[in-house]
């Protein structure tokens, strides 16, 4: 019922920018958090940012300074700005959203991934 779709990755020179959106779409109630994660090849997922419903936000130690996550909940939509981007930001970014959907049932949805590339 509910689906996040993802788009602006792409391959871009280090020290470059990319601006990373997110809209969840379908039987949406309320969305509570809203982050993006990235995977590398032979690594664990992990968190990049995130940002609350009350628009708190989270942030990697490695990004923190370089990265800067908002949300539009007019467009229920999230993005992740990308800049100074390293070469071991290369990953396959997930989105991922925490919601109430309109049966009220609470649960956690992902999209399908978009790769960034950082180049040398």
């Known amino acids: 019922q509910v689906q996040l779709v993802e788009s602006g990755g792409g391959l871009v020179q280090a020290g470059g920018s990319l601006r990373l959106s997110c809209a969840a779409s379908?039987?949406?109630?309320?969305?509570?958090?809203m982050g993006w994660y990235r995977q590398a090849p032979g690594k664990q997922r992990e968190l990049v940012a995130r940002?609350?419903?009350?628009?708190?936000?989270n942030y990697a130690d490695s990004v923190k300074g370089r990265f800067t996550i908002s949300r539009d909940d007019a467009k229920d939509t999230v993005y992740l700005q990308m800049n100074r981007l390293k070469p071991e930001d290369t990953a396959v970014y997930y989105c991922?959203?925490?919601?109430?959907?309109?049966?009220?049932?609470?649960?956690?949805?992902w999209g399908q991934g978009t790769q960034v590339t950082v180049s040398s």
């Open positions: 991922n959203a925490d919601l109430w959907d309109t049966r009220r049932n609470y649960d956690e949805y």
């Open positions: 379908g039987s949406i109630f309320s969305i509570n958090g």
């Open positions: 940002i609350a419903n009350g628009m708190t936000t």
